[in-house]
């Protein structure tokens, strides 16, 4: 049986609010942390930019008569906890540089995500949503490129953190 447009719309803002919840979690983690201030400070910031977006999202979900998923909340938190077991055998120094490669991954995917919900929002003619989308996806992009700005800099300082070696010039 074929979905109408609008109840697929109302799936995709669903699987978006859930991810950002979860993502949320990650950042506030991430927030406290590690030693790097400025990484800190990103995520704990980002942390309340990605509850403005989530709730953005709640507000055209609610005018679509849709209602967020507890279900999809709870699997989302679930599986946004599943990149940090790939840190285990890392350092305590190096926790910075692995929650900056998760949070880059994480923005990453968010970029595509949004690109798929403004894609089918314009299929079915829904200007408003894809309009949120794309927003969003602006300041996902946006937020990914000051995480990489970070990644080098924390892996070089937690080199020299791990191996008690000064650092080497950039290449």
Same mark, same amino acid.
């Given at each position: ?9 109302r799936?995709y ?24 201030? %400025? *990484?800190k400070?990103?995520f704990? &910031?980002?942390?309340?930019e990605?509850? +403005? ?5 709640? $507000? ?30 890392? %350092? *305590?120094q190096?926790?910075?540089? &692995?929650?900056?490669?998760i949070?880059? +991954? ?5 970029? $595509?995500?949004?690109?798929?919900l ?11 949503t ?14 990914a ?7 080098s800099?924390?892996?070089?300082? +937690?080199?020299?953190?791990?191996t ?8």
């Amino acid at each position: 049986m074929a979905d109408t447009a609008t109840n697929l719309i109302r799936r995709y803002l669903e699987d978006a609010i859930a991810a950002e919840k979860s993502f949320e979690t990650q950042l506030k983690g991430f927030a406290n942390e590690g030693d790097d201030g %400025e *990484a800190k400070t990103l995520f704990s &910031q980002h942390a309340e930019e990605t509850r +403005s977006q989530y709730e953005r999202l709640t $507000a055209r979900l609610d005018a679509l008569g849709g209602s967020t998923s507890t279900i999809k909340s709870f699997l989302a938190h679930i599986f946004g906890l599943s990149p940090k077991p790939a840190q285990i055998g890392h %350092e *305590a120094q190096e926790r910075t540089t &692995q929650n900056l490669i998760i949070a880059f +991954s994480v923005e990453n995917a968010e970029c $595509a995500m949004y690109e798929a919900l403004a894609t089918t929002a314009l299929a079915a003619g829904d200007d408003i949503t894809a309009r949120l989308a794309t927003e969003i996806q602006a300041e996902e992009k946006k937020t990914a490129d000051k995480i990489w700005q970070l990644v080098s800099p924390s892996a070089r300082y +937690s080199f020299a953190r791990v191996t008690e070696l000064p650092l080497q010039r950039s290449v």
